[in-house]
Every structure is written in C-alpha cells, then in structure tokens.
C-alpha cells in the first residue's frame, strides 16, 4: 500500500472528486481526515470496507483562519502527524463580469483561492514539523484557458496553478513538495445537476469523449502524494482528457 502509516487531510472530502479521494487514500492505508461543511441532501458514508478508525470528520469553513488553524491542529493532536494535504474544496460559478457582483466574486475567490493560502499555509506549519510531506492543490484546466461566463474561477484556479509553482520551489529543500492537478470536467455532483445539453457541449469540448469519472482524478492526486512522485515538485498535471492540448 503505497500510503501505509501516513496522515491525510482532504478539504471538500464529503462528496465527488474529494470523497473518492478519501477512499482512495484509506485503501492505500492512510489515516485520512474528511474536512468539509456539512452535506445536506442525504447522509455521508464511505466504502463499506473503510476502517472507522481510520478516518474522522471535521467540520471546516476553508475560507475561516481559525477553522482552517484548528483543522490541522486536530488532525496532528489526533494522529500525530500530517503528511498529506489535498486542498480539494471549490465551489463553480456561471456570470459574466459585467453582471457579477463583487459579493459573488470575493465568494469565488474566498473559497477557490484564499482556502489554498490558508489550508497550505496551515498543512505546511506541521510539516516543517514532522519532517516533510506533500501536498495538492486542486487547480484546474480552467487556469490555463478562457471559457465563457468563468471569470472568478479561471482567476482563482490561474492563481492556484502559480501559488502551487511558488511554494513547490519554497519547500522543496524542506522535504515538502507541493503540486496541482488540473482536472477536466469530472462527473460530480454539480456537473450532474446541469442540464443534459450543457454535460453534451462539455463532453464535446474533451477529445476522449467524456467527462472523467471521479476516481480517475482521485487516481492522480495518489500518485502525487505517494513516493512514486518523490521527485515531481512544483509542477501542474494536466488531466483533462485532452482538453488543453487541442
């Protein structure tokens, strides 16, 4: 198992790519702390094979200091450490500018943007602590490219992908390596609750010819938090089904 003994914190952990993720990290045999507001809709429950030892919840506002501080500080009082970091949560947005209110632009930014500042700032503390680790931050294919009525997440997400290169260059002497996944379209919840000629013109947009199951992006972000990318800091990984390379 290629996390045995190690200490995870995924943010947005409760539902899609950051759920399959949490379940991805705990057959790998990690200890994995789900940080996320409360679902509503329906109740939260992982793999039925998951050890509930294993694993523990913790209510967390990402865009909150004091949240984001004390997230990590119970995860390290809890399992003594913290060696992995998928800084996950993000919420989407449709407006253009011209009708975008600066409420609804700082509501973009506070949790695509500012929660990675936090949740690295935090995460990175208590690895300059225990020896090193790694963290991902989920960036987006949308940081590369412009795409009608995405203002505020192109800009968090292209603010993403550079804050990852920066701190990858900061720490890596410190045993922290810090990179991004860049995922396309992924068939998450709220890409399911649009309608079908919207998911249709997406799947357009990816040569593969589909959108990515979430597991197929949780499958990156283990390869980024195992040794198995033991020498890959700073860097962004495209998986988008092609998108940005057309």
Known sequence: MRLQGKVAIVTGGLQGIGKATVELFLQEGASVVVADLPKTGGEW???ADSEPS??????????????????VAQTVDRFGRLDILF???GI??????????????????????????????????????????????????????????????AAAKGGVINLTRTLGVNYAKQGIRVNSICAGYTLTP??????????????????????????????????????DSSFVVGSNLMVDGGYTAQ
Request: charged share 15%; no cysteine; aromatic share 8%.
């Open 45 to 47: 429950n992982l793999a």
């Open 54 to 71: 294993k694993y523990v919840y913790i209510q967390t506002d990402v865009t909150q200091e004091e949240s984001v501080k004390r997230l």
């Open 87 to 89: 800084a996950n949560a």
């Open 92 to 153: 989407g947005e449709s407006a253009m500018i011209h009708t975008m209110t600066y409420a609804d632009w700082q509501r973009v930014i506070d949790v695509n943007l500012n929660s990675v500042f936090l949740s690295n700032k935090y995460g990175i503390e208590a690895m300059l602590a225990g020896g090193g680790g790694s963290i991902i931050n989920n960036a987006s294919f949308l940081g590369f490219v412009g795409q009608q009525g995405v203002i505020a997440n």
């Open 190 to 227: 709220v890409i399911t609750a649009k309608p079908q000629e919207v998911i249709d013109e997406f799947v357009s947009k990816h040569p593969i010819g589909r959108l990515a199951e979430p597991i197929e992006i949780a499958q990156a972000v283990l390869f980024l938090a195992s040794d």
